[in-house]
């Protein structure tokens, strides 16, 4: 009975893992992607890097850049709002 409890316990944990990993990931790929698509006709990625903002101040900004003429289904502003929000959250730059 242990034994089972124990597995099923390791094999949830498995679950939640592998489901945040691949959500974080598709963040991060779907933001990458939405931003060359939708914001770099207009303007080169410096000026999305530069910006500090919280996620009420990207969103605010993402729906400045939608009322000028940047594309972006309902959907992808989510995905992306979220992806500016938390690349701002991590201390050092990757790239
Ligand atoms: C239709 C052209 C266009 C598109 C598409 C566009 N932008 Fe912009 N963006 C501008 C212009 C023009 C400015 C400078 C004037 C201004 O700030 O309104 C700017 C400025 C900015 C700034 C700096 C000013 C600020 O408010 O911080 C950020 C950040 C930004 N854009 C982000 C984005 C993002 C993110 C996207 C994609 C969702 C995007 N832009 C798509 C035209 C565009």
Request: proline fraction near 1%; aromatic fraction near 8%; include cysteine.
């Amino acid at each position: 009975m242990i034994r089972l409890l124990t597995t099923s316990f390791l094999f949830c944990l498995a679950m939640v893992f592998s489901f945040g990993f691949n959500l974080d990931a598709e963040i991060q790929e779907e933001g990458e992607r939405i931003i060359l698509q939708r914001c770099l006709m207009c303007h080169d990625s410096k000026r999305i890097e530069d910006a500090e903002y919280d996620h009420k101040g990207w969103k605010e900004t993402v729906e400045r850049m939608m009322s000028i003429g940047s594309r972006i289904t309902p959907a992808e502003k989510e995905i992306l709002i979220d992806y500016l929000t938390r690349d701002l959250e991590e201390t050092d730059s990757e790239d």
